[in-house]
C-alpha cells in the first residue's frame, strides 16, 4: 500500500475529484499540470477543471478508441490539477482499440480543415446564443437555466477540445517516430522546428488586428492619450477628443475589436480575471508596450523567410523517402504541421470564450446574491460550486458569507504554496518509472503539451542553465521574471521573459521579446508554437529557471541546444 505523505494530502475536500487515499491505490504516478494550475486555482476553477477537462479527456479518448490509453484521470489537491493516464494493457483490447483509431484518424488526414471547421461552428452558434442573454435583466428562473446551460456546456467544449488535440497529438507524435527512424531527427531537432513553423491561426490573425489598432491610435495621433493617462481613465479621455471617438468608434475601431475578441482572458484557466471587454486596461498595457516600441509586427516581417526555411526543411525530410512513400509521408507531414496551428488556435474558440462566458454567468448570479445581502463581494463568486449557485439563485436566502471567508482562508493559504510535488504516488521517487509509465501509455497531449519530455543537460555545453529546445536560433538579452499576468507591463523591447508557463492572452507581448525560458514546457505547448513563428528562441523544461534566474541579469539563450548561460556583470 502507498504511503499517504504529509506533502501529497489535500487540506481539505470541496468535491469528488479531490485526490484522496484510494486514488493513491488506484493509479502508480499522478503528475503535477503546473502548465495549467500554477499558480494555483480558485475554488470555482479547480471543480470545473477537475469536472469538465476530466470528462473531455476520457470521453474523447473512448470515444477515438485510443490504442494504449484510455485517457487522463484528473485530481485536484489544494488548486492544483494532478493527472494520470489510463494504461491499456491486453494486447486484445490494443488492437480492437487501434482498428477503431485508425477509422478515426483518416477524415483528419483527408480533410481537417471540414472537421475543424465543424468544431468551430458548433462553437461558436452556441457562444453567440449565450453573448446575447441578458444576464442583468433576465428573471432569476431565466438566469437559472442560463448559468446551468453555460457551465453544462463546458463538458462538451473539453469532450471537442480533447477529441481533436488527441487525434492530431497521435499524428504529430506517429509522424515524429517514423522521421525519428528514417531521418533521425525529432520534434527538439531544428529542422523539425523549421518544418513546424510558417503557419497562421485564429490567435495570430487577431493579434495582428490588435497590432492594427496601436498603428491606427498613433496615425490619428491619440497614442499620446493612451500613453498619458491611468489605464482606466484612457477611454473617458478618447471620447472627449474627436479623434480619440474616432478610433474607438470607426469601423475596425477598438471598441468593435473588443465586442468581437475581446473575451481573452489575462490567465485563461481561471475565473477571477476579467477578460478583456469587461476590463480593457491589459489591452491598454500591451499597446503602450507597442508605442514604446514603435515599428512593424514582427511575425510579418519575419514570416516570409520563415516560410521559405520550412518549404526547405519539408524537402529535406522528404527526400530521405523512396518516391513511392513521399504522398503519404506528405499527407502526414501537412496534419502533423496543424498539430501546432490547432495548439494556438483552440484557446481562442475553447478556452478564452467558454470561461469567459462562464465568468460572466456566475457573475451575474453573485451579483443578485451581494444585492440580498448574502455575498460581500460579486467577485467573491470564485468561492463557489455550482450546486450551490443552483442552490440559491432562485430563493435568494442563504447567507454564503461564512463559507467563502472559510474557503478564502484555504485558497489564501495555498496560493502561496508554489513549490509543489511535481509527482505523487507509488512512483513519487521514481522520476525515471514515471516517465516510463508516462511513454508507455503513449499519451502524447501529456508528453507534448502537458507535462513535456524530461531535460538532459549536456556538459559539453558549460551552460549555467540546461532545458529542452522548444524554438531555434541564439539571442541575448536582459531577464524579466514573469509570475503572473500581472507582471507583463514590465516587459521592455530586447527582454528575455523568464517563467514557469506562458499563456495565450499573452501571444501581444512576443513581438518585444528576444527570447523565452521557461520552468516547464513542451515542443506543443504556448511558448515553443509562438517563439518558433517569432523567431526567437526557446527553451523549456529547465525546472528552476524562476528560481535561478533574477530580472536585470544579462543571459544567452540557445533554443537550439537548450542550454542558458548568465552573462558577465
Not at 527 to 532: E, K, N, S, W
Amino acid at each position: 500500500m502507498v504511503e499517504w505523505k504529509a506533502e501529497w494530502r489535500p487540506k481539505r475536500r470541496n468535491h469528488l475529484y479531490v485526490l484522496s487515499y484510494e486514488d493513491l491505490q488506484a493509479y502508480p504516478c499522478w503528475y503535477l499540470d503546473s502548465v495549467h494550475s500554477i499558480p494555483p486555482w480558485t475554488p470555482l476553477f479547480a471543480w470545473s477543471w477537475a469536472h469538465h477537462q476530466r470528462y473531455g479527456d476520457l470521453w474523447a479518448a473512448e470515444t477515438l478508441g485510443f490504442p494504449t490509453c484510455r485517457g487522463t484521470d484528473w485530481r485536484e489537491v489544494d488548486g492544483c490539477g494532478y493527472m494520470s493516464p489510463i494504461l491499456v494493457t491486453d494486447k486484445t483490447e490494443q488492437k480492437e482499440r487501434a482498428t477503431r483509431f485508425r477509422e478515426h484518424l483518416r477524415p483528419f488526414i483527408d480533410d481537417y480543415h471540414g472537421v475543424w471547421s465543424g468544431v468551430v461552428k458548433e462553437l461558436m452558434d452556441r457562444y453567440q446564443r449565450f453573448k446575447a442573454f441578458d444576464v442583468t435583466n433576465s428573471t432569476s428562473s431565466a438566469l437559472w437555466d442560463h448559468f446551468d446551460e453555460v457551465f453544462r456546456f463546458n463538458y462538451r467544449v473539453w469532450g471537442l477540445h480533447s477529441w481533436v488535440m488527441y487525434t492530431l497529438s497521435g499524428l504529430y507524435a506517429l509522424f515524429e517516430d517514423i522521421c525519428r527512424e528514417r531521418v533521425g531527427i525529432d520534434d527538439t531537432s531544428a529542422v523539425w522546428h523549421r518544418m513546424i513553423r510558417g503557419f497562421d491561426n485564429k490567435l495570430f490573425e487577431v493579434d495582428r488586428m490588435f497590432w492594427n489598432l496601436y498603428e491606427r491610435a498613433v496615425e490619428l495621433g491619440v497614442d499620446g492619450v493612451i500613453k498619458g493617462n491611468p489605464l482606466d481613465e484612457i477611454i473617458p479621455a478618447l471620447m472627449e477628443d474627436e479623434r480619440g471617438d474616432r478610433w474607438l468608434n470607426e469601423a475596425n475601431g477598438f471598441r468593435g475589436f473588443l465586442n468581437e475578441h475581446g473575451w481573452r482572458m489575462p490567465r485563461m484557466m481561471e475565473f477571477n480575471c476579467k477578460p478583456w471587454i469587461e476590463d480593457p486596461s491589459p489591452a491598454f498595457s500591451f499597446i503602450r508596450q507597442y508605442i514604446d516600441k514603435s515599428g512593424h509586427f514582427e511575425m510579418d516581417l519575419r514570416r516570409p523567410e520563415i516560410v521559405k526555411e520550412r518549404k526547405e526543411a519539408e524537402q529535406e525530410i522528404l527526400s530521405r523517402f523512396p518516391d513511392s512513400q513521399r504522398d503519404w509521408i506528405r499527407s502526414l507531414m501537412e496534419v502533423a504541421q496543424k498539430a501546432g496551428v490547432f495548439s494556438e488556435e483552440h484557446t481562442y474558440y475553447f478556452e478564452h470564450m467558454s470561461h469567459s462566458l462562464m465568468r460572466r454567468a456566475g457573475y451575474a448570479c453573485a451579483k443578485r446574491m451581494v444585492d440580498k445581502g448574502l455575498m460581500e463581494d460579486p467577485e467573491d463568486f470564485v468561492f463557489l460550486l455550482p450546486d450551490e449557485f443552483r442552490k440559491n439563485i432562485i430563493p435568494l436566502c442563504l447567507d454564503y458569507r461564512p463559507l467563502i471567508s472559510e474557503r478564502r482562508l484555504h485558497y489564501d493559504e495555498y496560493s502561496k504554496r508554489l513549490d509543489r510535488p511535481p509527482l505523487i504516488g507509488e512512483l513519487a521517487d521514481d522520476p525515471q518509472g514515471a516517465m516510463e509509465y508516462m511513454a508507455a501509455t503513449k499519451d502524447d497531449v501529456m508528453m507534448k503539451i502537458s507535462v513535456g519530455m524530461e531535460a538532459v543537460a549536456s556538459v559539453d555545453y558549460k551552460a549555467d542553465l540546461y532545458g529542452n529546445p522548444g524554438a531555434p536560433g541564439i539571442s541575448q538579452g536582459t531577464v524579466r521574471v514573469v509570475s503572473s499576468e500581472e507582471d507583463i507591463p514590465k516587459i521592455r523591447s530586447g527582454d528575455i521573459l523568464v517563467a514557469t508557463t506562458t499563456y495565450s492572452s499573452w501571444t501581444p507581448v512576443f513581438p518585444l521579446l528576444e527570447g523565452v525560458v521557461l520552468d516547464s514546457g513542451a515542443s506543443l505547448s504556448h511558448a515553443a508554437i509562438v517563439g518558433r513563428e517569432y523567431n526567437i528562441p526557446v527553451v523549456i523544461q529547465t525546472k528552476e529557471a524562476t528560481k535561478r534566474l533574477r530580472d536585470g541579469q544579462r543571459i544567452r539563450v540557445d533554443g537550439s541546444r537548450g542550454a542558458v548561460w548568465i552573462l558577465p556583470g
